[in-house]
């Protein structure tokens, strides 16, 4: 059997949280392997010269250090690795993937504790540099999320999306001043690594899965039926896409 | 065995988006009967003079015609019924509630299409009246939800909450003058009813899941655990207290 272009692992399993991402893959005509969060990283998807490892809310404790060395040299070699944001990425609720191989290699620097921002007066994306995963979509009308992993940028990385977070008091809408990293890229030898610092799925997705007039209805092979908006898919269209010709 | 106070129908199951309601109403002490969305109604459930039924995201398909007259019965002789918001309350996706028994107590009117208003830039509560359910709660600090089914105010109820959309154009944000019905209540002999349009659990409720800033683990008899922020479980605390009461 060929290898499949994209790993995609976590969100819990395809009739779950993982049948947001897992079906906009397939509506996109991508096809992936998919490893559910309470599965062990199988190596053999780890090992590979070329294609894309998405890691979403995928527990740090199923992927071994033996597989997070194996998945560092992959991209060293010219894989693509992306982390999607969630309770159990980066630091997480309870400590995750803020020490060892992956974490070196991330475009952000995890924290040291609970990096969970859980704001319920929505967040913001905005864009901070233009890039082709960002290309037709209408950023000045942005949807609103819930939350996201608090990080900082790395040295180096290139920061394409920030977090804005509103502010609601009566009548008076506003941003908070600070910005918090959403979207960053940065390079591993000869490979990409990406971080999104939110989730794809509810609750943090908020109101950007139901970006766009047009609603979509798709199902990933063995997964749930979602129904989201056009702009939601083609934004994780063209940013999957960018990570498997980088 | 004495009959539960409330019994609370629907939501999925307790293992998926029942675990937010239920998780709180233990949280509060409020005992209470289940019934997952799949399984129809028994009716010594519905048949009660006193106490609360809450329907959430529950198929009608699965509250037969019989099931529906002796809920409405019962809401005559005194028993309390809420409707949440979902995919499947009011009219939904695809016609459950907009005809029939149910339909004619409840404080909203549906619509007869699709009523489900996923709104990608958030949507607002605003107080509209003072009542006890809102007591003690920042409403000029609001958090920020998601979707709701849209409805219209029947004649003679009281509306107490109403939804206001954002609008975020770039730097701009405004609301959008247009409001909606969120929480509205009405008798029914000698019954109280309730709609509150937007939904408890992932997407639609956003960031009011995280509403206050203590977080509160909560978790009912068989179902997951969630954390939610502790004005979310106090909000809907006074609410079904209410009810209960009424």
Redesign the interface.
Known sequence: MPEKKVVFMGDGSLQGAAAYLGGVLSHAGIDFSYVPSDQPAPLECLDRPSGLVILSDYPAKNLSGQAQETLAASVKKGASLMMIGGWESFYGLSGEYHRGPIAELLPVECREADDRV?????V?PRVVKKHPCLEGLPW?????F??FNGTSLRQGAELVLSARL?R????N???LGEECPLLAFDSYGRGTTAALTTDLA??W????????QQRINAQAPGGAEVEV?HLYAKFITQLVNFLLKA
């Open positions: 859980n704001w319920c007066q929505g913001v000045d009308e942005p949807p609103v819930c939350g509103l609601i008091r009566g009548e809408l506003s941003f509810p609750h997705v908020g109101g950007w899965v139901d970006w766009g908006g």
